[in-house]
């Protein structure tokens, strides 16, 4: 095996197309290619015929064959005509190779997708899987495990059912359904797919959400003096008028707007880049100290606030404290809003999936935090914790509301 850098940070490679990192003194991929793909999931009862397309990002595809879901290999990101034929191309193959006649395809909920299209395209009745979902249901059966499950699905972007830009979500999955039982309290990302890609907007959006117009002012913070007044004023007037301004509960874009806030990365020059910064600059730490994300109950649901937090972390650089003490306050706080979480939700066994948990210090935070306090943390190890993993979920998912005649 050899070290490369993804994220700016290191990684363990050990072929040509997989990637792994270690995670709690066990190894978890991260792209599942050469030696590790496909990938056999044993699932006791899953009926054979069901394919899955994945997602739009580090797509792979998924079969099903009598006991068991295999999962194809790292494809991309859907987003040019070669990248579409080698998806429909690695579909072709998987179900040729293990001898599958596909009778229901699975796809993510977002309708505009290039997999969600070819999905469309096959003949067979279609099931459309909720994102996050997909992520609980993929850690569920990487792990043998059935409902009922607490999930903790926290990533960057994932379609919600409300239209809203999903990714810090609770959700209960039980036998005969799942519900969104709770989520990071929503703000908005100025510029919609721009804040994607220059975090200091996704902070702007942040800070709005905190202080209101206040937040313009505050021109002694890395990501307001990043915009000249011209920029201040037109983001300022979209965060008013609420144009193309889409509102999210993403925790990817939460880590993106606290890296731009401790003056971290302002603009991701590759996916994610801001989020393992920021996760980086806390490494050497270990004081335990963590910022307050308390989770509150509003309109039944469980909502956890970053303001809280937000101010904390505003006051210790106001005192001149490094970014990397803020950072790991940042982490080991979240890491406590999970047991608070499981907490609240009263289920013992815990379920945490999306790209966010390619976060080591997260994960392994979160994953003590819960054990101390009496839960049982599954996470991955065999199946990637991002979109790579989303075929299986939505391919055990479909079996089982095949099952059940939804």
């Known amino acids: 095996a050899d070290l490369f850098l993804v994220h700016d940070r290191p990684i363990v490679r050990p072929v040509d197309d997989s990637v792994v990192q270690m995670v709690g003194g066990a190894p978890q991929v991260l792209r599942s290619g050469r030696g590790y793909a496909p990938v056999r999931i044993a699932m006791e009862g899953i009926p054979e015929g069901i394919v899955a397309v994945g997602g739009h990002l580090k797509t792979a595809v998924a079969v099903t064959r009598r006991g068991a879901v295999i999962l194809g290999p790292h494809v991309g990101d859907l987003e040019t005509p070669d990248s579409h034929r080698a998806h429909h191309s690695a579909l072709h193959d998987l179900t040729r190779f293990h001898g599958v006649k ?33 992520h609980i249901v993929s ?15 926290w990533d960057g972007t994932g379609y919600g059912d409300d239209g809203t830009v999903w990714g810090g979500e609770v959700l209960a999955i039980d036998a005969d359904g799942w519900r969104r039982i709770g989520h990071i309290r929503p703000f908005r990302l100025p510029g919609g797919e721009a804040a994607v890609k220059e975090p200091r907007r996704a902070a702007l959006g942040l800070l709005y959400e905190a202080f209101g117009s206040e937040a313009f002012a505050m021109t002694g913070l890395t990501p307001v003096a990043a915009f000249d007044l011209k920029g201040r004023s037109v983001i300022h007037a979209m965060l008013e008028r609420s144009v193309n301004t889409p509102t999210t509960t993403s925790v990817g874009r939460l880590l993106d707007a606290f890296a731009a806030i401790c003056g971290i990365c302002q603009v991701n020059t590759h996916e994610g880049r801001a989020a393992s910064m920021l996760e980086w600059a806390a490494t050497d730490r270990a004081t335990g100290h963590a910022y307050p994300f308390p989770v509150e109950e509003v309109d039944d649901m469980l909502v956890v606030d970053w ?15 490094a970014p990397g003490a803020v950072s790991e306050s940042i982490h080991n706080g979240l890491a406590i809003a999970i047991r608070d979480l499981a907490g609240a939700a009263g289920r013992e066994t815990v379920v945490m999936s999306g790209g966010c948990f390619q976060n080591v210090r997260l994960s392994e935070a979160a994953s003590e935090a819960l054990e101390d306090a009496g839960f049982t ?23 089982w509301m095949d099952e059940k005649g939804n």
Do not use: C
């Open 307 to 321: 303001q809280p937090a937000l101010e904390a972390a505003l006051a210790d650089l106001h005192n001149r404290e």
């Open 139 to 153: 850690g569920m059966a990487e792990n043998g495990l059935k409902p009922p499950v607490l999930g903790i699905a």
């Open 377 to 399: 943390p599954y996470g991955h190890r065999r199946v990637p914790p991002n979109d790579g993993g989303l075929a299986l979920g939505q391919a055990v998912w479909a079996a």
């Open 102 to 134: 596909a009778r229901r395809v699975a796809r993510d909920l977002h309708p505009d997708f290039a997999s969600s299209a070819m999905a469309e395209r096959l003949a067979v009745p279609v099931t459309p899987v909720q994102h996050h979902v997909a």
